[in-house]
């Protein structure tokens, strides 16, 4: 499967709710991946973040995020903050 198709699938995967499919898929398309500032790698790390959270890995989707965090767009760190700040509360209350 090339990486483009992972991506789709992924991405295909997470709105149809298919949630270990999609991680598989999105997880095969980062390591892949070699451009990390792309838009569509970054999307890739979003879409991930927000399926460890709903699955309750809150612990691989944090450490993601603060990945992003340092990110060099001021958008996907202001993204990655406010998720960050979202899912440590989560962990918090766990």
């Given amino acids: 499967m090339t990486l483009s198709e992972l991506f789709t699938k992924g991405i ?3 709105k149809e709710e298919r949630y270990p499919k999609a991680i598989k898929y999105l997880e095969y398309y980062c390591q892949g991946y070699t451009d990390r500032n792309s838009k569509d790698y970054i999307q890739a790390q979003m879409w991930l973040i927000k399926v460890y959270k709903i699955v309750g890995q809150l612990e691989r989707a944090i450490a993601l995020c603060q990945l992003l ?26």
């Fill in 69 to 94: 965090n340092n990110h060099t767009h001021p958008q996907v760190q202001t993204w990655a903050t406010k998720t960050l700040a979202m899912l440590s509360k989560e962990v918090s209350h766990v």
């Fill in 12 to 14: 295909i995967a997470c």
